[in-house]
């Protein structure tokens, strides 16, 4: 199995422009997630999808976040527009049945 | 608001010793609990989970649970400078949703 796949892996972009990130879980999970971490706040849960469906939204944090899960291979977290305080790194995990998270390798964000 | 504490270190010990690494919790109903290993540069690994009260052995690594507490710790006998990196955290309640601590640096000197 390959893993969690996440692209790209590291992202530059100018403050005001949008910013596409990828994931395909591995097959047969059925729960995603999508992370952001920072020195100052750690791990932070964004969203998470069951069966495609997004369960919990409460971590995003503003309308220039959101989310999609079209299929059960395919994930994206998109902010429109960026901004410096969005640079982080940025998980996507996935799991099946509750046995722990799988994580991929992230994307570090930076936005100047 | 539920937390997950960790001390965020750093822990330093000496090659071969035991290294001690302790989370508390604050909402009773969690169900499932993890540790997780994070080389810097890298994403978070598991190593170990628990799920009853008691010790949990695998290899080197030792997970402790006390519900009543409120507690989890992991044990790391005979520590290499290989396990030098940051421990996190993490707990489960009634879903899939896991809350992690902000993670504890382990330092493992020669």
């Known amino acids: 199995d390959a893993g969690v796949i996440q692209s790209p892996r590291h992202e530059v972009t100018e403050m005001g422009q949008e910013v596409t990130l990828r994931c395909k879980p591995i097959?047969?999970?059925?729960?995603l997630f999508w992370y952001r971490q920072t020195m100052m706040r750690g791990l932070e849960l964004l969203i998470y999808?069951?069966?495609?469906?997004?369960?919990?939204d409460s971590g995003m944090p503003e309308d220039r976040f959101s989310a999609k899960m079209p299929n059960a291979s395919f994930s994206t977290l998109k902010i429109q527009p960026s901004e410096p305080r969005d640079s982080a790194v940025y998980f996507c995990?996935?799991?099946?049945?509750?046995?722990?998270?799988?994580f991929g390798s992230g994307t570090r964000l930076t936005v100047v | 608001q539920k937390e997950v504490e960790q001390n965020s270190g750093p822990l330093s010990v000496p090659e071969g010793a035991i290294a001690s690494l302790n989370c508390t919790y604050s909402?009773?109903?969690?169900?499932?609990f993890f540790w997780y290993r994070q080389y810097s540069g890298k994403s978070p690994e598991l190593i170990m989970s628990?799920?009853?009260?008691g010790d949990k052995e695998d290899g080197r690594f030792t997970a402790q649970l006390n519900k009543a507490s409120q507690y989890v710790s992991l044990l790391i006998r005979d520590s290499q400078p290989s396990d030098s990196a940051t421990y996190l955290c993490?707990?489960?309640?009634?879903?899939?949703?896991?809350?992690f601590g902000t993670g504890t640096r382990l330092q493992v000197f020669p």
């Open positions: 993490a707990v489960a309640y009634n879903t899939d949703k896991l809350i």
């Open positions: 097959s047969g999970h059925n729960s």
């Open positions: 999808f069951n069966n495609n469906v997004p369960i919990d």
């Open positions: 628990i799920y009853s009260n």
């Open positions: 909402d009773r109903g969690s169900q499932s």
């Open positions: 995990a996935s799991s099946g049945q509750g046995l722990g998270y799988t």
